[in-house]
């Protein structure tokens, strides 16, 4: 897996738009200052939780809510797995851990002439310590929820592995 590292950027989707498509390639932010999720909705994004998106590869699926669904499923499927805990899908795009929200996917498609990529971001509230008064009550983070940091290139690595197998699988 290829990742490209970033201290800080807009926003990991926003980046991506700029690269040369590669599938599979994996951007990766400590920090977004503009990350966002649907309808530009704003996605708090302090250093220390896991903030990226990935290049798809073409496939034969090219509603981008199926991705979306995906997304959210191999999510909550790792924060079960890993952390033994009971993740809620909200759907379209939304992960919830005791009725607050800890993740966000946004799937968008770069077109041209016609479709020339699908980038998924994905936003995980992994090692946060706290939330502004707004989000406090609406968003938490694993580290609140189970009382210890995260390692976030496992949870990362874990990710991937899970949308690649399945993107495999739903698309043969």
């Given at each position: 897996?290829?990742?490209?590292?970033?201290?800080?950027v807009s926003s990991t989707n926003t980046l991506v738009k700029?690269?040369?498509?590669?599938?599979?390639?994996?951007?990766?932010?400590?920090?977004q200052t503009a990350?966002?999720?649907?309808?530009k909705n704003y996605w708090f994004s302090p250093k220390g939780g896991l903030y990226f998106s990935i290049i798809l590869p073409k496939s034969t699926i090219d509603?981008?809510?199926t991705l979306t669904l995906l997304a959210a499923f191999v999510v909550a499927k790792v924060i079960k797995e890993r952390f033994k805990v009971e993740p809620f899908i909200k759907l379209p795009n939304d992960v919830y851990l005791n009725q607050k929200k800890i993740a966000g996917i946004l799937t968008e498609t770069v077109v041209?002439?016609?479709?020339?990529?699908?980038?998924?971001?994905?936003?995980l509230n992994t090692n946060i310590d706290t939330f502004p008064k707004e989000l406090e009550n609406i968003a938490t983070s694993l580290k609140i929820e189970l009382g210890k940091r995260i390692d976030n290139e496992k949870v990362l690595k874990e990710i991937v592995k899970y949308i690649k197998k399945q993107l495999k699988t739903i698309s043969e």
């Open positions: 897996m290829k990742i490209k590292r970033y201290k800080r700029k690269l040369k498509p590669e599938p599979w390639l994996v951007v990766l932010a400590q920090e990350g966002y999720g649907r309808k509603d981008l809510q041209g002439s016609d479709v020339k990529f699908s980038i998924m971001g994905i936003g």
